[in-house]
């Protein structure tokens, strides 16, 4: 047998791993905390429901990485206080969020997960964890395919100019 090759779960965590599934954990503690807060100046449904969906894939996320710091003997990060609920109504005009910005910042959160994910899996020698790594990076892929149509559907995607190259006949 190889070095490393026996039970994943008894093989201990590099550096990496550690430092980045610690990081990963404080990212989606803030996550969280975020967008709740962007829960209570959502007004369209549709962005109300995805941003329920991320904040339980997260909460999800969050269980399973602080299981597998804890087993490990790695202090967890700072989690921020749960944001209480507020009506739309009582945020006054100019202080909103509005529909197009969260979900902007809901996609550009997305994408980058994506990427945490990604280089998380790439670093990783324990096959669990990046198997865990990327059980995130489809869920993530799946939501932020439902947050590019809606975006689409609501007409709140700006697109970069588009090229359309036109060849010359010769």
Known sequence: MGILSGNPQTEPMHYGEVFATWSYLLA???AVAGFQTHLNHAGDEDLKKLLQ??????RQE????????????VGLPPTPPERPNACLEDIPIGARFTDPEIAAGLSMAISAGLV????AMGQCI???IAMMFGQFHIQKAALGGKVLRLNKEKG??????????????C
């Open 116 to 119: 945490a994910c990604s280089q």
């Open 28 to 30: 989606a503690k803030g």
């Open 53 to 58: 969906e991320k904040i339980e894939q997260a």
């Open 156 to 169: 709140w995607l700006i697109p970069p100019p588009l090229h359309h190259h036109k060849s010359e006949d």
């Open 62 to 73: 969050i269980q399973q990485v602080e299981t597998l710091l804890k087993e490990n003997g």
């Open 126 to 128: 324990r096959e669990d």
